[in-house]
């Protein structure tokens, strides 16, 4: 992105992308039904920088994640599994006095009115995160910084940390910011707008759905957006299954269109496609392969039950984010099309 720092021989073991929020771990339903109906659960892990964080590193890039955990087991299968995705967990601070967070959820669409989340995470390790206690030695090193919006919905001393990290100073790194708006996090809902707003014009990159702009700050449609959020060099406006738009440079706008997915869970897909347009923007990439490869991260979440899974091969990705527009739009990705030995399908 615009500003991106040049990689020195001295941060060249540093993480590339520095991911600071809560993680919790995840109850999934063994089926689908209200959350009263469900008779168990399989555990996993989320958290939306986490998410970013491991895609990041199963796609080849050195990513860290920074939050606090309790010092109980939950806390214990956080840090392993997370570092399992080969996610440096070294910022990663054991909380002994506050648990780690948990929450439970219904298999359906986060949009649909039957969906359920059950969180387990007020006065939670992560709820605790301040400027007097993040590992600020691990952030200036890295080329890219990413937030979300849900960090500062946890708590008054979490929203003073991303004030101070996304505030101008020398060194500082470029901020990616996701607006992620959740109103049901925010104890003053009515605030919520207005401190996104901020966070989003401090940084440098923003990823925001079309939806979540007309609910947050009743603004409708991509150019609107943009005249609401002038100030980041890079705005991504997800727009659903109409793709995303890209505004960027001195004017540029480039639309691509969204994939279609046969969809088995419809969760983690924001979080991959941030993970996939990162990972291209690390790799100084076209914006038109940005946003594709975004879309490309998004199909392998959409087409597992889980928030995670390991991306498709960094040449399979690039031989489809390639493809002519007519090609592009004839693919028809589901379950198992990450495989190296699967044919991917067109229509």
């Known amino acids: 992105m615009p500003g991106t720092p040049a990689r020195t021989a001295e941060a060249a073991t540093a993480a590339e992308v ?7 771990v995840t109850f999934l339903p063994s089926q689908p039904g209200r959350l009263a109906d469900v008779p168990s659960f399989g555990r996993g892990i989320g958290g939306a920088e986490s998410n970013v964080a491991c895609a990041l590193a199963a796609a080849g890039h050195r990513a860290a994640w920074v939050s606090r955990v309790g010092a109980d087991g939950f806390g214990d299968h956080l840090v392993e599994a997370i570092t399992g995705y080969g996610v440096d967990t070294s910022g990663v601070r054991r909380d002994p006095s506050r648990p780690t967070g948990i929450y439970f959820r219904t298999a359906t669409d986060r949009a649909a009115d039957v ?15 301040s400027p007097r206690n993040i590992p600020y030695e691990t952030l200036p090193a890295a080329r890219v910084l990413h937030l979300s919006g849900i960090t500062a919905a946890l708590s008054a001393d979490c929203l003073a940390l991303l004030h101070d990290l996304t505030a101008p100073r020398p060194g500082r790194p ?14 003053d809902a009515d605030a919520s707008p207005e401190v996104l707003l901020d966070l989003a014009r401090r940084s440098d990159l923003v990823f925001v759905g079309e939806d979540e702009a007309e609910e947050a700050w009743g603004v409708t449609g991509a150019e609107a957006i943009r005249t609401a959020l002038p100030e980041p060099s890079v705005l991504v406006v997800k727009r659903g299954s109409d793709g995303a738009t890209v505004f960027s440079g001195a004017g540029d706008v480039t639309t691509v269109p969204a994939l279609r997915v046969d969809v088995v869970a419809p969760v983690g897909a924001g979080d991959a496609f941030a993970a996939g347009f990162l990972s291209a923007t690390l790799r100084d990439l076209p914006v038109r392969d940005r ?9 392998a979440v959409l087409t597992v ?4 899974t390991a991306p498709p091969a960094r040449a399979h990705a690039d031989a489809l984010a390639a493809l002519d527009d007519e090609a592009w739009g ?18």
């Open 330 to 347: 004839r693919l028809r990705l589901g379950p198992g099309w990450t495989g190296d030995d699967q044919e991917v399908r067109t229509t």
């Open 115 to 129: 969906h359920e989340v059950a969180y387990y995470r007020a006065g939670s390790a992560a709820s605790a995160m």
């Open 305 to 308: 039950p889980g928030d995670l």
């Open 174 to 187: 470029p901020i990616s910011f996701d607006v992620n708006h959740r109103p049901g996090l925010w104890r």
């Open 291 to 299: 946003v594709r490869h975004g879309h490309l991260m998004a199909a």
């Open 18 to 24: 520095v991911c600071l929020g809560e993680s919790m």
